[in-house]
């Protein structure tokens, strides 16, 4: 029997790229008590869609599939640049990983997402995650 666990995360944050790296830290960073161990190592990161909803998408589902191949434990996700392309939006960064404890990690899957500029200053971006967990 599969389970399906709700979470919705909202984050504000000065400017775009601040505001994406905010959600997928909240998505996917460890607390440190569920960190593999070993040393810690980078992975980069990189997706592109054709809106800022569907461009966070590719990148949850980018990195989940970098932790799993990788058997990664990610402790921090940085943002390096989020840019228009001619066919979207294009992002980039590096995770910052430990040795996975060899089991696979839940699958976020991104439902309802909004992103908007909430003020001059501030961008805020709201999703809806679903989690599928097996007893």
């Known amino acids: 029997m599969t389970n399906h666990v709700s979470n919705n995360i909202t984050v504000t944050a000065r400017d775009l790229p601040l505001a994406a790296e905010a959600l997928l830290?909240?998505?996917f960073a460890t607390q440190?008590?569920?960190?593999?161990?070993?040393?810690?190592?980078?992975l980069g990161f990189g997706a592109e869609a054709p809106d800022i909803p569907d461009l966070i998408r590719a990148t949850v589902s980018d990195i989940h599939a970098q932790a799993t191949e990788q058997d990664a434990t990610i402790i921090a996700c940085e943002v390096s640049g989020i840019?228009?392309?001619d066919d979207g939006w294009r992002i980039w960064g590096t995770l910052e990983c430990t040795a996975g404890t060899g089991e696979v990690p839940r699958?976020?899957?991104p439902g309802t997402m909004t992103c908007d500029q909430a003020t001059p200053?501030?961008?805020?971006?709201?999703?809806?995650?679903?989690?599928?967990e097996t007893p």
């Open 25 to 27: 830290q909240a998505i």
């Open 32 to 42: 440190p008590g569920e960190r593999g161990g070993g040393d810690s190592f980078l």
């Open 83 to 85: 840019c228009p392309t």
């Open 107 to 109: 699958r976020p899957r």
């Open 121 to 132: 200053a501030s961008w805020r971006i709201s999703a809806n995650l679903m989690y599928e």
